[in-house]
């Protein structure tokens, strides 16, 4: 899968930050169900990796790291089976170790200069990150001006009440954000808010 395949599979990928007390599977049911495919596990507790393969399980899931920060990292969630790497941001050493893993790899880039430095590697599909604080919708419409083959997957301050304001532009192929699932949340919960975020392309 390209990187743009993998952007066009659902229109909002799932931030997720799974603590203690989470239930993976449960989780991921529920966005699957709901018509969110693409799952986002940001290594950012030590239950994220364990995640990452537990959720694979799921029928229908199509799991991947989030904020994976550098080539250990990288190596770390495809030993769970992550099936994609999204990064904050962009550096030359996290880009080639991505390149040669061949997985679909989404980096943040907030800049002119971010862009031209992952198009100078052969990218040409990013988080825009942070979305909201980097300028949010006008920033991507200037941005797409002179990089009209690049897509974003803005993400980082966008709500449910946002959302189909992000989705509307052309350079956006998918958002992303945290709103979907939070810290104690059911099945129905989010179940309910994963057919919202679907219905919205
Ligand atoms: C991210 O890492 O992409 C952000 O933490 C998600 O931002 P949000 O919580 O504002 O959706």
């Given at each position: ?108 880039v907030a ?16 988080k825009f ?70 219905a919205l392309?």
């Amino acid at each position: 899968m390209t990187a743009d395949e993998l952007m066009r599979v659902s229109p909002v990928i799932p931030v997720l930050v799974i603590g203690p007390d989470a239930d993976p599977v449960m989780i991921a049911e529920a966005l699957v169900e709901g018509g969110i495919r693409v799952l986002e596990v940001t290594l950012r507790t030590p239950q994220a990796l364990a995640a990452i393969s537990t959720m694979r399980r799921v029928s229908g899931a199509i799991v991947g790291a989030g904020t994976v920060l550098d080539p250990n990292q990288l190596q770390a969630s495809r030993d769970e089976g992550a099936e994609f790497i999204v990064s904050p941001g962009l550096t030359e050493r996290l880009g080639r170790a991505a390149i040669d893993s061949g997985l679909p790899f989404l980096p943040g880039v907030a800049s002119a200069g971010d862009i031209m430095r992952g198009l100078d590697m052969g990218l040409d599909r990013f988080k825009f990150f942070p979305a909201e604080s980097s300028g949010g919708r006008s920033a991507v419409k200037a941005l797409a001006a002179p990089f009209g083959q690049v897509r974003f997957c803005p993400t980082g301050g966008i709500r449910p009440d946002t959302a189909a304001e992000w989705l509307a532009l052309d350079a956006v192929s998918c958002i992303g954000g945290s709103w979907l699932v939070q810290p104690g949340d059911d099945h129905a919960t989010i179940l309910g808010r994963a057919r919202a975020a679907a219905a919205l392309r």
